[in-house]
């Protein structure tokens, strides 16, 4: 069993950046691809980021391409997300994911182990 939970959301001003973090309880973190995603209200959950096992490979979903980062910590058992320029529209609950059948897939089915999400909110 793997519980992921996350924290460093909050409200930040349109523009600014964000790092939220996933720390995960499991004895073998570096065994599972971690994602992050989002949903906001009234819209299905998006793949924003994914980390492959060993750290060395990522992907990003195109809404956040070319300012997000992702990086994992083997040592802590966390994954980070990074977000810059973040505008209204990166408003949502983050949720991160944990797969253990691959590399990276942007399908929220292929993830088996989700955190409770944390919200993000983004002033204009």
């Known amino acids: 069993q793997v519980q992921l939970v996350e924290s460093g959301g909050g409200l930040v001003q349109a523009g600014d950046s964000l790092r939220l973090s996933c720390a995960a309880s499991?004895?073998?973190?570096?065994?599972?691809?971690m994602g992050w995603f989002r949903q906001a209200p009234g819209k299905e959950r998006e793949f924003v980021a994914g980390?492959?096992?060993?750290?060395?490979?990522?992907y990003f979903g195109d809404s956040v391409k070319g300012r997000s980062t992702i990086s994992s910590d083997n040592d802590k058992n966390t994954v980070y997300l990074k977000m810059s320029s973040r505008t209204p529209e990166d408003a949502a609950v983050y949720y991160c994911?944990?797969?253990?059948?691959?590399?990276?897939?942007?399908?929220?089915?292929?993830?088996?182990?989700w955190g409770q999400g944390t919200q993000v909110t983004v002033s204009s």
């Open positions: 499991v004895r073998t973190f570096s065994s599972y691809t």
């Open positions: 994911a944990a797969g253990n059948d691959g590399g990276i897939t942007t399908t929220v089915n292929e993830y088996d182990y």
């Open positions: 980390i492959n096992r060993s750290g060395g490979i990522t």
